[in-house]
């Protein structure tokens, strides 16, 4: 019975990010997104337009972390362009009372052109968050890029730059002794706690869901006997209630991790955890270039598109 829902979702997951591509289709949403749904998962085009949904967040209680989209670039040009739109962006936060954090893609940077040039602009952008009191978490890619993040983040806590973090997949074999690797820098950096959302090999990721879940679970328990700072990011219900559990049951102090879910999805969780008292920080994503996100969450599951269907055809 679980095989075979895995295999269905794996077919409707598949088959709606191939339909994503269809030109005419894509030329469509684009042209009538922002009318037709994609506000629900996307906050807005910039940073103005994106305002409204943060402060409505702020007001109930949430804490967030921007994201401005964009996918991976493949010429110095583009990474550059885009590293001035996020150092634009963490400068329109230093005037905001709280929101202070900032999410970013190496490869939106220019690491898939080089790694010097990925560091570079990352350096230029914790040097910004860092004058305008801004923590920024670098996002963890698929593996090829997973030595160079790592080697990214310790350079730069080497340097001084202990306000940049980063995000560990638990379905990914190497990810344990990658998170010691973390827990025993000096610097302490916190810590995004993620099952993994990338198609991986099997030669080096779990494919099982309970064993994926297991080591998710590990690295929270982890990570807060360290005393590190765990970012725990799911919307598994069944993690989200292991958690809570393993912290009231050991007397976890709540500024020492917080719940992380994106904007749009499973709000009734997210207000659920807020009123129990955790902390719930959500990743508010924005930018022009929002398709690729946007139908990867279509791709989550029907429900997603169905509600975008109702946009389309009324």
Same mark, same amino acid.
């Given at each position: 019975?679980?095989?075979?829902?895995?295999?269905?979702?794996?077919?409707?997951?598949?088959?709606?990010?191939?339909v994503?591509?269809?030109?005419?289709?894509?030329?469509?949403?684009? $042209?009538?997104?922002?009318?037709?749904?994609?506000?629900?998962?996307?906050?807005?085009?910039?940073? /103005?337009?994106?305002?409204?949904?943060?402060?409505?967040?702020e007001?109930?209680?949430?804490?967030?972390?921007?994201d401005?989209?964009?996918?991976?670039?493949?010429n110095?040009?583009?990474a550059?362009?885009?590293?001035?739109?996020?150092?634009?962006?963490?400068?329109?936060? /230093?005037?905001?009372?709280?929101?202070?954090?900032?999410?970013?893609?190496?490869?939106?940077?220019?690491?898939?052109?080089?790694?010097?040039?990925?560091?570079?602009?990352?350096?230029?952008?914790?040097h910004?968050?860092?004058?305008?009191?801004?923590?920024?978490?670098?996002?963890?890619?698929?593996?090829?890029?997973?030595?160079?993040?790592?080697?990214?983040?310790?350079?730069?806590?080497?340097?001084?730059?202990?306000?940049?973090?980063?995000?560990?997949?638990a379905?990914?074999?190497?990810?344990?002794?990658?998170?010691? $690797?973390?827990?025993?820098?000096?610097?302490?950096?916190?810590? $995004?706690?993620v099952?993994?959302?990338?198609?991986?090999?099997?030669?080096?990721?779990?494919?099982?869901?309970?064993?994926?879940?297991?080591?998710?679970?590990?690295?929270?328990?982890?990570?807060?006997?360290?005393?590190?700072?765990?970012?725990?990011?799911?919307?598994?219900?069944r993690?989200?209630?292991?958690?809570?559990?393993?912290?009231?049951?050991?007397?976890?102090?709540?500024?020492?991790?917080?719940?992380?879910?994106?904007?749009?999805?499973?709000?009734?969780?997210?207000?659920?955890?807020?009123?129990?008292g955790?902390?719930?920080?959500?990743?508010?994503?924005?930018?022009?270039?929002?398709?690729?996100?946007?139908?990867?969450?279509?791709?989550?599951?029907?429900?997603?598109? /169905?509600?975008?269907? $109702?946009?389309?055809?009324?």
């Amino acid at each position: 019975e679980h095989r075979r829902n895995r295999e269905v979702n794996a077919l409707y997951r598949s088959s709606v990010l191939a339909v994503a591509n269809f030109r005419p289709l894509r030329s469509l949403i684009e $042209r009538r997104g922002m009318q037709m749904g994609v506000r629900r998962f996307v906050a807005g085009e910039d940073f /103005a337009d994106a305002a409204p949904a943060i402060d409505r967040l702020e007001e109930q209680g949430f804490a967030v972390i921007l994201d401005v989209l964009g996918e991976f670039v493949d010429n110095e040009a583009a990474a550059l362009q885009i590293t001035e739109n996020v150092i634009e962006t963490v400068q329109r936060m /230093a005037s905001r009372e709280h929101t202070k954090q900032l999410s970013v893609k190496l490869t939106q940077l220019g690491l898939g052109i080089s790694k010097e040039l990925g560091l570079n602009s990352m350096r230029r952008v914790a040097h910004a968050a860092r004058e305008a009191g801004v923590q920024v978490a670098m996002d963890m890619e698929n593996h090829p890029y997973i030595d160079a993040t790592l080697e990214i983040l310790e350079t730069l806590h080497n340097e001084g730059y202990t306000n940049v973090s980063t995000v560990l997949q638990a379905y990914l074999h190497r990810t344990q002794e990658d998170l010691g $690797r973390l827990l025993a820098m000096p610097s302490k950096p916190a810590v $995004r706690i993620v099952k993994g959302a990338y198609k991986e090999p099997a030669a080096i990721s779990y494919q099982q869901r309970s064993v994926i879940s297991d080591k998710f679970h590990e690295m929270v328990v982890r990570t807060l006997e360290a005393g590190s700072y765990a970012n725990i990011a799911t919307h598994d219900e069944r993690l989200v209630a292991r958690a809570s559990e393993y912290i009231e049951q050991n007397g976890v102090n709540r500024d020492q991790y917080e719940f992380q879910m994106l904007y749009g999805v499973m709000p009734g969780l997210q207000k659920r955890l807020l009123e129990q008292g955790h902390t719930v920080r959500i990743y508010v994503p924005f930018g022009q270039d929002w398709y690729g996100y946007f139908s990867r969450r279509l791709a989550e599951k029907p429900g997603n598109l /169905a509600f975008v269907a $109702r946009g389309l055809f009324g």
